[in-house]
Structures are given as structure tokens and as C-alpha cells.
């Protein structure tokens, strides 16, 4: 089915369904002719992406984000990293870190 059909399916116009497109919230399939189809697939993937903004109460292109944090790592590291800074996020233990704690906890045990 052709845009205006699914929009009218998916409760929204056009115009957001290109939107979300453009973020990336659309499988990439377009026919021939360069118009873009919709079939059971695209519209499932576009209810589903609707339902995951509105139960973490998130816009297409928070969601879009999310989605580009998944996918490239140095987008994950970035983000990772601002959030180790925050203090939103933990740094991850690195092993050495881990040995030098369990040397030290021999060394010095608790209750002594």
C-alpha cells in the first residue's frame, strides 16, 4: 500500500510517517519507481517503534538515537563515556583495577 494508506492504517499523516523514515524508524525498502510500499512488515515495525516511544515516553528521534547508540560503536563509547562523567552510569572495573583490590584485601583484610 502506498503512504497515505498506511499513515491512515498507523493513526498519523503522512507527513510523520516520512518523518520517521528519514530517522531511520522504517525498514529500507522502496519499489522501482521510487515510491516507498507498505506491507504487513513496515507497518508492524512502525506500530512497534509508536508503542516503544509512548511506553518510555520518548520522541522518534530519542528513539532514533537509541537505535544509532545500538548499532555504532563509537556512538556507544561517546555516550558511555558522558555518562561515567554524570555519574549516571558506573565505570566498568577493568581487571586490574580487580587484581589490585584483591591484593590490597590480602594485605590488609577487614577486621584487623
Not at 520517521?20 to 522501482?32: D, N, S, T
Amino acid at each position: 500500500m502506498r503512504i497515505t494508506e498506511a499513515a491512515k492504517r498507523l493513526g498519523m499523516s503522512p507527513r510523520m510517517l516520512r518523518y520517521r523514515e528519514a530517522l531511520g524508524l522504517l525498514p529500507p525498502v522502496r519499489e522501482q519507481g521510487a515510491h516507498r510500499r507498505f506491507g504487513p512488515d513496515e507497518l508492524t515495525a512502525v506500530a512497534q517503534g509508536v508503542e516503544l516511544e509512548k511506553r518510555f515516553d520518548v520522541s522518534p528521534a530519542e528513539l532514533a538515537f537509541a537505535l544509532r547508540v545500538l548499532s555504532e560503536p563509537a556512538v556507544a563509547a561517546a555516550v558511555r563515556d558522558l555518562g561515567v562523567r554524570i555519574g549516571r552510569i558506573q565505570a566498568p572495573r577493568r581487571a586490574l583495577d580487580f587484581e589490585k583490590e584483591k591484593a590490597l584485601r590480602l594485605l590488609h583484610p577487614p577486621g584487623r
